[in-house]
């Protein structure tokens, strides 16, 4: 609806005399001029709520509409292009609740109606929808509807982390003892020892924490285990090598089985690799055939055509 409203007469159109109304643009049979100010002033009394949608703000206008001069341009609240008009009867002015009448005019408006500046200013009284829900609002936490900060609920403890125990590592041998490799003992107190290897007087050489054998297609080194090792899945040798792919120079003996270590079988399908950085090399025991309560000896053996050496920094089950 463009345009405004004054009383029941369009602002800007000439009074019609046929219509009955008068210069001002009121019903000449409404008003008794012989009535008291007081009767005349409850039976004019008129309030026009105008909602205006302005940009960037909105004004809202309260109109109470008079006789003569007691207009809305006296009041400064001129109804703007495409505000909404809404003459609302009144009872006598001096029992009028203004704030009421608005309200009940906010709560009632139509859909799609412009918001005033007094309605966005008001908050919400509550938070409707998800946050990020299309066309809805969510309260900030810990505020009220009136934008008073309130104290929240106190923080839940934190839920206690469950431990599942592990089982330590079972080392077979650390090589962190030169005299104990010097005496054919691994860290089980098991025999160890080495052969043909061309470093070492043919049993490689301890040092640094690690073995090193270097082999040019031969030698063979064993450790025994000679104990249950069911309770772990895992055989695990930390390795490097001086070139890269020495899986394919040695071939790994264990609980009745006997490959290329190239050729055990990982986790996930693939297959050893060493190279020339440190890695633990994890075989699933069971799943390549291993005998766990029997495990025997662990052997490595290099009479396979490769040259090259590896150090061997740790032999452990997991």
Not at 6 to 12: I, K, L, T
Not at 137 to 142: Q, Y
Not at 199 to 221: C, K, P, S
Request: aromatic content about 8%; some cysteine; hydrophobic content about 35%.
């Amino acid at each position: 609806m463009s345009g405004g409203y004054r009383g029941r007469r369009r602002f800007g159109s000439a009074p019609d005399p046929e219509d009955g109304f008068d210069e001002e643009g009121f019903d000449d049979d409404e008003f008794d001029d012989d009535a008291p100010p007081r009767e005349r002033l409850s039976r004019s009394a008129r309030l026009s709520i105008i909602v205006a949608a302005a940009v960037p703000t909105a004004t809202l206008g309260v109109c109470l509409g008079f006789s003569g001069a007691d207009r809305a341009e006296s009041l400064g609240l001129p109804g703007p292009p495409g505000a909404v008009v809404s003459t609302v009867e009144t009872p006598p002015w001096p029992d009028v609740d203004v704030s009421a009448v608005a309200e009940a005019t906010r709560s009632t408006a139509p859909s799609g109606a412009p918001t005033t500046a007094a309605s966005a200013a008001a908050p919400p009284a509550s938070a409707p929808g998800p946050a990020g829900a299309p066309g809805q609002t969510t309260a900030a936490a810990g505020a009220t509807p009136g934008g008073q900060a309130v104290a929240g609920p106190p923080p839940a403890a934190p839920a206690e982390a469950t431990v599942v125990p592990t089982r330590p590592a079972f080392l077979l041998d650390n090589f962190d003892s030169p005299s104990a490799y010097a005496n054919k003992r691994n860290d089980l107190g098991e025999e160890t020892d080495a052969e043909v290897f061309a470093n070492g007087g043919g049993r490689g050489v301890v040092a640094g924490g690690g073995l090193t054998l270097v082999y040019d297609d031969d030698g063979w080194f064993g450790s025994d285990v000679m104990r249950d090792v069911s309770a772990y899945k895992y055989l695990v040798i930390r390795i490097i090598g001086a070139e890269g792919g020495e899986e394919r120079h040695m071939k790994l003996t264990l609980g009745g089985v006997t490959r290329f270590l190239g050729d055990m079988t990982l986790d996930g399908g693939g297959h050893p690799v060493v190279t020339r950085s440190y890695t633990d090399i994890r075989i699933p025991m069971t799943a390549n055939g291993i005998n766990t309560r029997s495990p025997g000896e662990f052997q490595l053996s290099f009479w396979w055509g490769g040259h090259s050496s590896i150090v061997i920094d740790e032999i452990r089950f997991e």
